[in-house]
């Protein structure tokens, strides 16, 4: 069992940067993939970033390419997401999740958060 914990959501001006931070209960955080997603009203849940057990590798949507960074800390049991360029169309619930695969599917992955908002004012 993995319980995660996200933080660091907000509101901000458009352009400006946000951290998310994802914190992991357990010993066994360093074997889990993790995944953000997100979800805006009205919209299904969609994937943002993931990042591989080691941290060597990294996968993005095309929205947030160049804008996020994923990465995380195994020492600390955390993953984050930074957000720099933020644009309205960013605004949305933002989900932690963990899993056993690089995949951009929710579906494949077992445990997620509560979610933190995030809000981008034009």
């Known amino acids: 069992q993995v319980q995660l914990v996200e933080s660091g959501g907000g509101l901000v001006q458009a352009g400006g940067s946000l951290r998310l931070s994802c914190a992991a209960s357990?010993?066994?955080?360093?074997?889990?993939?993790m995944g953000w997603f997100r979800q805006a009203p009205g919209k299904e849940r969609e994937f943002v970033a993931g990042?591989?057990?080691?941290?060597?590798?990294?996968y993005y949507a095309d929205s947030v390419k160049g804008r996020f960074t994923i990465s995380r800390d195994n020492a600390k049991n955390t993953v984050y997401l930074q957000m720099n360029s933020l644009k309205p169309e960013d605004t949305a619930v933002y989900y932690c999740?963990?899993?056993?695969?690089?995949?951009?599917?929710?579906?494949?992955?077992?445990?997620w958060g509560q979610g933190t908002q995030v809000t981008a004012s034009s």
């Open positions: 999740a963990a899993g056993n695969q690089l995949t951009v599917v929710a579906g494949w992955y077992d445990y």
């Open positions: 357990g010993h066994t955080f360093s074997r889990y993939t």
């Open positions: 990042i591989s057990t080691s941290g060597g590798r990294t």
